[in-house]
């Protein structure tokens, strides 16, 4: 079964850190651009960081950028973002999806997605 599991989310206080995983099973990430995606409650999902299969990487909104870092590890099957300096408004549903090679913000040509993990960033 082709899969992709998020894991690491949970409760921080603003000023925070937290590293997602998003982990693959039932294929290889190598030939594949990662990205993370985002939905906050009442409003649409939105694109934060993405990484091609060589590796070069993308962050999205300009609220990310200097605070979020995705990275992967191919050995591992696994791609990471590490997140810094956590807002109240980066609280949102977290979801990684896997497309073919290069990262696109549209979130529609991405071919598998995980199910989420839950950040929440409160005090």
């Known amino acids: 079964q082709l899969q992709l599991v998020e894991s690491g989310g949970g409760l921080v206080q603003p000023g925070g850190s937290l590293r997602l995983s998003c982990a693959a099973s039932g294929f290889t990430l190598d030939n594949y651009a990662i990205g993370w995606f985002r939905r906050a409650p009442g409003k649409e999902r939105e694109g934060v960081s993405c990484v091609n299969s060589g590796g070069g990487s993308t962050n999205y909104p300009d609220s990310v950028k200097g605070r979020f870092a995705i990275s992967r590890d191919n050995a591992k099957n696994t791609v990471y973002l590490q997140m810094n300096s956590l807002k109240p408004e980066d609280t949102a549903d977290y979801y990684c999806?896997?497309?073919?090679?290069?990262?696109?913000?549209?979130?529609?040509?991405?071919?598998?997605w995980g199910q989420g993990t839950q950040v929440t960033v409160s005090s």
């Open positions: 999806a896997a497309r073919p090679l290069l990262c696109s913000s549209r979130s529609g040509t991405y071919t598998y």
